[in-house]
Nanobody, 122 residues
Framework: HVQLVESGGGSVQVGGSLTLSCVAS????????MGWFRQAPDKEREGVAG???????SYARSVKGRFTISKDHAKNTLYLRMTDLKAEDTAMYYC?????????????????WGQGTQVTVS
């Protein structure tokens, strides 16, 4: 059972920057899929960025070039650096993790979730 705690959310201006952090209760970042998801009111949850078990990074097309995902294994911490923020980025952001049996990170792979941190861009 992995506990994840997000922090760093807040309100920023359009074009601004914000960094989110996710601290895991145990050392899983290097062995599991790790990712960021977001959900806006009345919209479905969507994947934002992820790091698979071998370090491969992927981004949603809507954030590619603006967001950067990274991890600090020693601190069991995952980060999401967000720049050039847009109003459409407003959402609750969630950190998630899960074990990958085949090296790919499917939506169903993520079975541990944080409680979320709100990001509001206006």
């Amino acid at each position: 059972h992995v506990q994840l705690v997000e922090s760093g959310g807040g309100s920023v201006q359009v074009g601004g920057s914000l960094t989110l952090s996710c601290v895991a209760s145990e050392d899983t970042i290097g062995r599991y899929c790790m990712g960021w998801f977001r959900q806006a009111p009345d919209k479905e949850r969507e994947g934002v960025a992820g790091i698979d078990s071998d370090g491969t990074i992927s981004y949603a097309r809507s954030v590619k070039g603006r967001f950067t995902i990274s991890k600090d294994h020693a601190k069991n911490t995952l980060y999401l650096r967000m720049t050039d923020l847009k109003a459409e980025d407003t959402a609750m952001y969630y950190c998630a993790t899960g074990f990958s049996a085949d090296g790919y990170c499917y939506t169903s792979t993520y079975n541990y979730w944080g409680q979320g941190t709100q990001v509001t861009v206006s």
